[in-house]
């Protein structure tokens, strides 16, 4: 805590100096560059400025100038959303929201649902590269009304990019800690090399986006090696004013040492394979007022996971899933308001070693109007039904209000309702003596009640709030002693109250001189009514406090960017991790280093994987923009 005490007396003191005026640089995020871009849900599309609940936005610019070799690092900064890594360099990541499990929050790509019917251990086996990306929205909160099934606790959509214009962004970085490796382990130091280039063809009439990425690893201790590699397509054509296709496809390989990940200490020397795929073909119509869009999709995932790397006669694992989704969105624009409605089906298999072989069906249909009254209240109602041929039929109604207190103030309320269907691997893992599924599981399903208050004024943003939330049925993997195996169990209640706040602040010190901090905090406190004698294998990992602060600083081409995260969770001690980063720019290229974990501290995000030491990257980034 004192190493994050002294971060923010840093930034207290570089903001002492700053004169506060409206600021105009290109090299900073404007206020009016986030209020633009529309939040790219299924079924209605909102301006950011029009939002009427707590949706955070992540633009490019944010991402390149920030520490972070990967999107699970570029995640760890955001309020409220929790990365816990079992591999560092962008392995294996769970990722949750305010409190929640990693299944009980979604991922998707330009819309399309990441969901992985195995495990969510496997949905950010993701194949877009961050210079692929446009920007992230992150919508806290029970989402089914926006987005279906398992968006119990929030939903994270990564947007990919997208222009009129043709550009090439091309970057190769090397990385290390310096430190000799584990006995065992070979010769040398541990570190890395890491490529990707993305490029987009752009016309008045479509977009082209193609990506490419491979990262290469030796580890950052014993058996910890981990090798990625990524390629994506995302294109649109539009045929005239009213009539578009779109098209997405990635690919994604991940192969890494799987040391303490899920067995420690037995599985020292496991190893795991992964390889994912999405497709998706989707159009867009405009009749008028009405317009319709189909889109058909599918995800396909490989996870062959090794306990003993060089046995592969026993102690192996191997999955395949596959899931097809078919979509229709419908939306009309009318004097009340705009209707949105339609369907969608989602149809998920699994062949598995030691989960069997399963299918299942989710049908779903939605209907929700977007409206205002007045120039100063807004408001979106609707209402979700769900069919699971597992588990019968659902109902999940919404409601969010906003009021415009003035032009700079706005209060917004939400009610949200959502539902998490049991993974596979939860109804029928048979991993003994380890884990064992249970095929009596009922789905979860959760009440999200949430209020906040937000200004925003030319270089200055805040927003704070508080949410409860109630999970009904609630899922988690527990045993009543160390010598029976972890297996799932409908446990009860959980009930989680959250508060957080988020002040963002820039300064133009001179013509070619900018500053700028942003602060967020976290705070959760969870409550249980049901059995609590059990040893959790999940829950207890989950955040209790998030403070993250960070300072950018920039004169003519040089910049420095600072990041520091106080983190506490419900057991174990707290932990600081500062990262910071220095960049230079010639031309169409930027020159930098970064340090992450700055201090050196010891700490782990998941069961029983030490995060990496003090870690040293290198880089060069290569931008070309059509002019």
Do not use: C
């Not at 640089?25 to 009016?32: E, G, M, P």
């Not at 590699?229 to 009213?242: E, K």
């Not at 078919?326 to 989602?346: A, D, P, Y």
């Amino acid at each position: 805590m004192k190493k994050a005490i002294l971060s923010l007396g840093l930034l207290s003191t570089m903001s002492t100096f700053a004169q506060q005026t409206k600021y105009d640089s290109d090299s900073l995020i404007k206020s009016k560059d986030v209020e633009e871009v529309i939040i790219q849900g299924n079924r209605l599309q909102i301006p950011f400025n029009e939002a009427t609940r707590d949706i955070q936005v992540i633009m490019q610019k944010q991402i390149q100038a920030l520490p972070a070799k990967s999107l699970n690092e570029v995640l760890s900064y955001i309020s409220g959303v929790d990365i816990r890594q079992r591999g560092p360099f962008g392995t294996q990541t769970d990722i949750s929201i305010d409190g929640g499990t990693s299944e009980q929050t979604l991922v998707l790509i330009n819309g399309v649902k990441m969901i992985d019917a195995q495990s969510a251990h496997n949905m950010m086996n993701l194949p877009v590269p961050l210079s692929a990306i446009d920007h992230i929205e992150v919508i806290r909160g029970a989402a089914a009304r926006i987005y279906g099934i398992n968006a119990l606790t929030g939903a994270v959509n990564i947007v990919t990019k997208k222009g009129k214009q043709s550009s090439i962004t091309a970057t190769v970085q090397a990385g290390s800690s310096f430190q000799s490796k584990d006995e065992g382990d070979g010769s040398g130091i541990y570190g890395g090399l890491s490529a990707e280039v993305s490029g987009v063809y752009g016309t008045e009439n479509q977009s082209q986006l193609f990506s490419i990425a491979q990262s290469d690893y030796n580890g950052q201790r014993y058996n910890s090696a981990a090798k990625n590699t990524r390629l994506f397509y995302a294109g649109n054509y539009d045929f005239n004013t009213n009539n578009s296709i779109q098209a997405m496809a990635g690919y994604a390989r991940n192969h890494f040492g799987a040391n303490g990940f899920y067995a420690a200490p037995g599985d020292i020397n496991s190893e795991e394979h992964t390889d994912s795929s999405v497709f998706s073909l989707s159009s867009k119509h405009t009749f008028g007022n009405f317009t319709i869009s189909p889109r058909i999709s599918d995800r396909y995932g490989e996870d062959d996971y090794r306990y003993f790397k060089d046995d592969l006669s026993k102690g192996r694992s191997v999955h395949y899933t596959n899931a097809l989704m078919l979509e229709l969105n419908s939306s009309l624009r009318t004097t009340l308001g705009t209707f949105g409605f339609g369907v969608e089906s989602r149809l998920e298999k699994i062949n598995s070693s030691n989960i069997g072989q399963y299918e299942r069906d989710n049908h779903g249909m939605y209907a929700e109007l977007k409206t205002s009254l007045g120039q100063k209240i807004r408001g979106t109602i609707g209402i979700y039904g769900n069919y699971n041929t597992d588990f019968g039929y659902q109902v999940y109604p919404g409601i969010d209000v906003a009021y415009l207190l003035t032009d700079y103030w706005k209060i917004s309320t939400s009610i949200g309702s959502g539902q998490r269907i049991p993974s596979f691997s939860d109804l029928y893992l048979n991993q003994r003596p380890g884990n064992v599924g249970n095929e009596l599981l009922q789905p979860e399903n959760a009440w999200n009640y949430e209020g906040n208050v937000q200004y925003s004024k030319d270089n200055l943003q805040f927003k704070t709030g508080y949410f409860y939330r109630s999970i009904n049925d609630f899922i988690d993997w527990v045993r009543e002693n160390p010598s029976e195996p972890y297996s799932p169990r409908n446990l009860g209640q959980n009930k989680m109250q959250g508060f957080y706040g988020r002040l963002q602040q820039d300064f133009k010190l001179s013509e070619k001189q900018t500053i700028g901090y942003d602060l967020s905090y976290n705070y959760l406190k969870p409550s249980f009514e049901g059995s609590s004698e059990m040893q959790s294998k999940y829950i207890l990992e989950s955040l209790k406090h998030q403070f993250v602060a960070g300072i950018h600083y920039q004169i003519n081409d040089f910049s420095v960017q600072i990041k520091d995260r106080w983190l506490k969770r419900e057991l174990g001690d707290s932990y600081n991790i500062a990262d910071v980063r220095l960049n230079y720019k010639i031309q169409d290229f930027d020159l930098y280093t970064e340090v992450t974990n700055l201090f050196n501290a010891s700490y782990n995000e998941a069961g029983a994987v030490p995060m990496p030491p003090r870690w040293f990257s290198l880089g060069v980034r290569f931008q070309w923009n059509q002019h």
